[in-house]
C-alpha cells in the first residue's frame, strides 16, 4: 500500500475534493491554489513520547494512554539496538488496544509505521531539490532538525524553516514556523523521504 503517492491531481473532481477537504483527520493537502498532493494519515495516530524519553526511564504512568508505546527510531527505520527495550510491536498489550481503538487492527506492522510517519512532514533525500512547487517535503538539513549539523552557516543544506517552501508544507500540516526550530520535539519527529 502506497500511503504518499506523487500522482496526477489534475483530475480530481469537485466531489472528490470536497470528500478531501471534509476529512482533515485522514488527509493532508498540499494546494498551491489546486491540490497538488493528497497524504493520508491518521490524526490520531501518535507515538507517546513520554514511552520514549530517556529521562523518565522509558515508561509511561498514564494508564490511559492512547498512544503507541512503540520505540520511535523503529518506526523511523533507525533502532539499531539489537535488545532494545522498548517495543517493536504493535502485536502485544498496550499496542494492540490502540490499534483496536484506531481501527488500524487490520493493518500491518509496516503500513501503521507508514500512518504514524505521515503525520509529520518529511524532509527531501534530494540535496538542491529545486523543483519547489513539485516537491511535498521541506527542503532542509535533517541534521540541523536534530541539532547536530556541525557546518553552521557554511552548510550547503537550508538551516531554515522559513523559506516560502518550507511554510508552506509545514502550514498544510497545521504546523507553525515558529512552532518549531532545531533540536525541538516536533523538528526530531521529522524523517527523510524515502524515494518511492
Ligand atoms: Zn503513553
Ligand atoms: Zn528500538
Ligand atoms: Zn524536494
Ligand atoms: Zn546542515
Redesign the pocket.
Known amino acids: 500500500m502506497h500511503f504518499v503517492q506523487k500522482g496526477d491531481c489534475s483530475d480530481i473532481t469537485d466531489d472528490l475534493e470536497n470528500i478531501l477537504k471534509g476529512n482533515g483527520k485522514v488527509f493532508r493537502l498540499l494546494e498551491d491554489p489546486n491540490i497538488c498532493f493528497v497524504i493520508a494519515y491518521l490524526y490520531d495516530a501518535e507515538i ?1 513520547d ?2 520514549n524519553q530517556a529521562s523518565l526511564g522509558r515508561r ?1 504512568k ?1 494508564t490511559s ?1 492512547w ?1 503507541f ?1 512503540i520505540c520511535s527510531l523503529y518506526v523511523k527505520g533507525m533502532c539499531k539496538e539489537p535488545h532494545c527495550k522498548l517495543s517493536h510491536a504493535y502485536g502485544d498489550e498496550h499496542n494492540k488496544t490502540v490499534k483496536d481503538r484506531l481501527r488500524l487492527s487490520s493493518y500491518s506492522d509496516i503500513d501503521i509505521n507508514k500512518i504514524i510517519l505521515n503525520c509529520y512532514p518529511k524532509i527531501c533525500s534530494t540535496a538542491g531539490c529545486d523543483t519547489e512547487a513539485n516537491c511535498p517535503f521541506l527542503h532542509i538539513c535533517s541534521k540541523f532538525c536534530v541539532g547536530i549539523c556541525q557546518y553552521g552557516s557554511t552548510c550547503r543544506l537550508k538551516h531554515t524553516f522559513r523559506t516560502e517552501h518550507n511554510v508552506w508544507i509545514l502550514n498544510a500540516y497545521n504546523i507553525s514556523e515558529n512552532d518549531i526550530s532545531t533540536g525541538s520535539p516536533l523538528a526530531r519527529k521529522l524523517t527523510i523521504a524515502k524515494n518511492t
Open positions: 507517546c513520554n514511552y509511561c498514564d494512554c498512544k508505546h
